[in-house]
């Protein structure tokens, strides 16, 4: 006679947004694995059309105050792109820095508060702060490090009002970046003692077998554009994005679900940069990267812990480098003329790619747009990866198994208020 079992999490901790989960197991095996993202769409798409082309950077850094950054600048990409401008390598170099201060305050917030308390055994960064304190406050500085970034660059820590097509509204002078330098010689050095951290995490026996997607650009990692590339050969620029990814709706989400055309599920994030292009992190970074075991061939989602500690290296190392060689560009801006056309754009948000496309009027005002954020992009995957968690770690007690996987749900960092929201977690056994 079948056993029948129900497990509930009502709410799921460490992750940005809401939603529900569903696991049913018959006999140890899974037999239905759903992310249900039950709460309403935002419409950003929606109400950017009828907008000025020149809105679209301060409106679409609202999806999210953790990677706003991320959609400005897949915003400004995509409307230079459609406006024919190059804005030259002062600016690009201006915008990989604010990047950076992303990445560093996005990182730093994951793996210490987000978590690693799922591999320490705390309940969350409160519980572990309680016993690690000087730990949580250096993480919580390394933050502070990435938002002083912002702020400086940006104009503020979150959603950032400096951004602007073309360029920026004001560059800062050296003398304001050099007050950074101090700080992200400290981060630097934290997120050297964070991959050691890290790499001595007990990482649970568990691989997938991914495609695996990212921006490439010569000689750079992934950041601020690039093009598309996979591990199964995919190379294309992002304006073709569309004709080889679809998204698709399912009965039991007001999230898209992504596939590539033919193929299924994929993967973007630090596990795809790091596998695509981790030979052009910096120096450092690859040193430590080394030095902690990472293989390019990483297919164990629940190390991506120790890639994003490598990219905080990177990113705080990176950022030095760029204040070193800061130069104001003069202007701040290009003049960016509208024309009508359709524009691409895409860049690396902390998660993985976030992808825009514009069409705009020779008056500047948007006619359709449409944006694909990262965590919309793994979803299928993190269902692939909870079947497989299910179909392992079945004889697990069900609230080992319930905290394996929200565990493996926080390998991806979702950050569901872009996509829609997330999730309690709810396991039926029957």
């Not at 309403?40 to 950054?69: N, Q, Y």
């Not at 210490?112 to 500085?141: N, Q, T, W």
Request: charge should be negative; charged fraction near 30%.
């Amino acid at each position: 006679m079948a056993r029948t079992k129900t497990l509930r999490t009502d709410y799921l901790a460490r992750v940005e947004g809401e939603g529900a989960m569903l696991v049913k197991i018959r006999d140890g095996k899974p037999v239905d694995v759903k992310l249900r993202i039950y709460e309403p769409p935002r419409f950003f798409e929606a109400f950017l059309r009828g907008r000025h082309f020149a809105e679209a950077p301060d409106i679409t850094a609202r999806i999210c105050g953790i990677c706003p950054v991320a959609y400005q600048t897949s915003s400004v990409n995509a409307m230079e792109d459609a406006c024919g401008v190059d804005v030259g390598p002062q600016i690009r170099a201006l915008r990989r820095l604010l990047y950076c201060g992303e990445w560093i305050e996005s990182h730093a917030l994951h793996v210490f508060m987000l978590h690693a308390p799922d591999f320490l055994g705390y309940a969350s960064a409160i519980d572990l702060a309680k016993e690690h304190r000087e730990l949580v406050e250096r993480a919580l500085h390394m933050k502070k490090t990435g938002n002083e970034v912002m702020r400086v660059v940006g104009g503020r820590e979150v959603h950032p009002v400096n951004v602007r097509v073309g360029g920026f509204y004001r560059a800062p002078t050296k003398q304001e970046l050099a007050t950074l330098v101090d700080d992200l010689e400290r981060a630097r050095e934290f997120a050297l003692e964070t991959v050691r951290f890290t790499a001595g995490l007990d990482f649970p026996d568990f691989e997938q077998d991914y495609e695996l997607v990212a921006l490439a650009a010569p000689g750079a990692y992934p950041v601020e554009d690039g093009r598309l590339v996979s591990n199964r050969g995919l190379d294309i620029p992002v304006s073709e994005y569309e004709q080889h990814f679809v998204e698709e709706h399912v009965e039991w989400s007001n999230a898209l679900h992504s596939r590539v055309i033919e193929r299924g599920n994929y993967l973007v994030g630090p596990l795809a940069r790091w596998a695509l292009s981790g030979d052009r992190l910096t120096p450092l970074a690859l040193e430590a990267a080394e030095s902690a075991g990472l293989e390019r061939g990483e297919r164990n989602p629940f190390r991506t812990i120790l890639v994003r500690s490598v990219e905080l290296v990177f990113a705080a190392d990176e950022a030095l480098r760029l204040i070193a060689g800061y130069e104001p560009p003069e202007p701040s801006f290009v003049e960016v003329v509208p024309r009508a056309g359709t524009g691409y754009g895409c860049s690396e948000a902390p998660r993985g790619l976030c992808w825009h496309r514009y069409e705009i009027d020779d008056e500047g005002t948007i006619l359709d747009a449409k944006i694909v954020p990262p965590t919309s992009q793994n979803q299928k995957t993190i269902e692939a990866d909870l079947r497989g968690v299910v179909e392992r770690y079945a004889d697990l007690p069900d609230e080992e198994l319930s905290l394996r996987c929200e565990q493996a749900i926080r390998n991806y960092d979702p950050c569901i208020s872009c996509a829609t929201h997330f999730l309690k977690l709810e396991v039926d056994r029957s």
